[in-house]
């Protein structure tokens, strides 16, 4: 039988991630699981041709990434205590840097959630869940949260 001993848990502080937790907590606690939750923040990269300082994008990634850590650390103390878990933010594009990450840790499973977004939020926005569920060489769990 597949063991399952380390899932990702891909986030982005919405107002779904809790919804996520609960599942991936669930998850975790029956298959005595430790979790690692990614959080994959914009590297704006791409503006950097634009009439924009390189050293502008640079600070304001660093804001991000470092909003995000404080941001990780309480959604990990309000959603996980008392699991193994580890909190990472990475720095990316989301679907990329999760499948990069759950490669890196090694994980079994990704639980992540998605909007189901159609028409033209869907070509505008693409699909990250969609990307990583078609590159990952592991199982992915989507969740598909009630509306809020």
């Known amino acids: 039988m597949t063991a399952i001993n380390k899932i990702l848990v891909a986030v982005d ?3 779904h ?3 996520i937790a609960d599942y991936a907590k669930l998850l975790a606690t029956k ?3 430790a979790l690692v939750v990614v959080y994959a923040a914009p590297s704006l990269s791409q503006y950097v041709g634009f009439h924009v300082p390189p050293n502008s994008i640079e600070s304001f990634v660093g ?5 995000a850590e ?6 990990l103390a309000e959603n996980f205590s008392g699991l193994q878990t580890t909190g990472k933010v990475v720095t990316g594009y989301a679907a990329e840097e999760i499948l990069a990450t759950a490669e890196q840790e090694n994980a079994d499973m990704i639980v992540m959630g998605t909007h189901g977004r159609k028409g033209i939020d869907r070509i505008l926005f693409g ?3 969609e990307k990583v569920v078609k590159g990952a060489n ?3 769990l989507t969740v598909r ?3 809020l």
Not at 63 to 67: A, L, P, Q, T, Y
Not at 70 to 75: A, G, L, Q
């Open 13 to 15: 502080f919405s107002d």
């Open 70 to 75: 404080k941001s990780m650390d309480t959604y």
């Open 63 to 67: 804001e991000i990434v470092s909003g």
């Open 138 to 140: 592991i199982p992915v």
């Open 145 to 147: 949260p009630p509306a």
């Open 31 to 33: 298959l005595d699981a």
């Open 127 to 129: 699909s990250v869940a």
């Open 17 to 19: 991630s809790k919804y």
